[in-house]
């Protein structure tokens, strides 16, 4: 832990995303000066949900008296916010959470992502895991909160993040539960909205608007339509027939429509980690308008997945592998304009020039086909429905499972 917090350290006092930084800095400047009820205002650009907006605001107020700590302050967010997932991840698995914690920690994708680059990635996923562990624990009120804040800072992540729930129903307990995460929910997002000025169809049109603001096939995501050439290319020009985008829309939804199905009411956290990182890999590497950072979730959840043994170690090793590729490519594309200079970044961006990024993006769509179809197989396996027979609800609660290793 402390060599994780270290290297965070080090890594705060690096320049981040040069772009990214400068937005997070001027919305922490407007919060502090005119508060969230005024932050959406015509003529602003915005294109983030409350939810990250909601540490940007005490950032900025911090800010005033700290003004030379601006870049600094802005990457300790998801910085902390790692040591936060890593604490959730060993939560949910116990004693045998503690190496997914380790392997999240210390991930070179993880550490790029949040005190390198200074995005908001854990966040986001830190709130998903959160609702998690609420859930397991018996607090459906809490779960649905927790769940509300995540989908409010990455919308794109709520469908990985609904999934990983689903697999944790089991029984008439947990149905009767049901409600009172939903209502911690629907509470928590009109809340949120109203606090920015925004009523649950104002939040609504802001994620339409904000998907609308990059309609390309890809957005430097080195997944099937990078491969395809369509990055950074309309997804409204036709594929046999039919907009990309629509083709993209339709073959995510089918996969994760059937993933979920398998992982539906198992009650089993491993599992339901599996079926978390299949979606996330399915939905960043099948639809268009995908950014080279939302393959994010799925490494936390392929890690819970594989201390609960419910996948191998090669799932998680593949994903950091393309999650590594994908952002070393998204930040490195910012060499390629003159007003930010790198020769560090340009020799990379030489590094992972065509065929290479095509090769990552083949392997993007093979990695997620991988985390698919070990949901298939883990559903599949006799041997561990033997393992889920012989668990049993306590408490009235969703019973957290003893792990059934595969070899």
Known sequence: MWAAVLV????????????????????????????????????????YLPGYLL?????????????????VALKALPAAADLAVGWLLARLCGPAGRKAAGAYLL?????????????AESVAVAWLLASAVAWQEGRPGWCG??????????????????????????GR??????????????????????????????????????SATYPYGSVNALNLWYLLGWNWKPDAVPLLGLAAGLWGTLLAAVVCVWVAARAAGRGD?????????????????????????????????????WCCGRTTRALPVGVSLVLLANLLYGWA????FPQYPSPFWAAVWRALAPPTAQA??????????????????????????SSQKACSTTSGRPPLCRPHRRG
Request: positive net charge.
């Open 8 to 47: 965070r350290l080090g890594l705060l006092w690096v320049p981040g995303h040069p772009t990214d930084l400068a937005t997070f800095s001027a919305w922490a400047t407007r919060l502090a000066e005119h508060g969230p009820w005024r932050f959406y205002t015509p003529g602003q650009f915005a294109d």
């Open 360 to 385: 990552f993006a083949a392997l993007t769509v093979a990695v997620a086909v991988w985390a698919v179809l070990g949901v298939y197989r883990l559903s599949s396996d006799r041997s561990f429905h």
């Open 145 to 170: 909160v927790w769940f509300a804040l995540g989908c409010l800072t990455k919308p794109q992540y709520a469908l990985a993040g609904g999934v990983l729930l689903l697999g944790l129903l089991r």
């Open 55 to 71: 540490l940007l605001w005490p950032t900025g107020l911090s800010l005033r008296a700290w003004p030379h700590l601006g870049p």
């Open 333 to 336: 594309y910012m060499s390629t």
């Open 173 to 210: 307990p947990a149905v009767r539960a049901v409600p009172g995460a939903v209502g911690g929910f629907l509470g928590a997002v009109v809340a949120g909205g109203l606090l920015f000025g925004l009523p649950p169809w104002g939040l609504v049109r802001l994620v339409a608007s904000a």
């Open 269 to 305: 956290v491993g599992s339901a980690g599996l079926a978390a990182a299949a979606v996330s890999a399915a939905v960043f590497a099948l639809p268009t308008r995908m950014h080279e950072r939302y393959l994010f979730p799925a490494l936390p959840f392929a890690l819970l997945s």
């Open 107 to 119: 991930n070179p994708a993880v550490l790029v992502a949040g005190a390198g680059w200074g995005q």
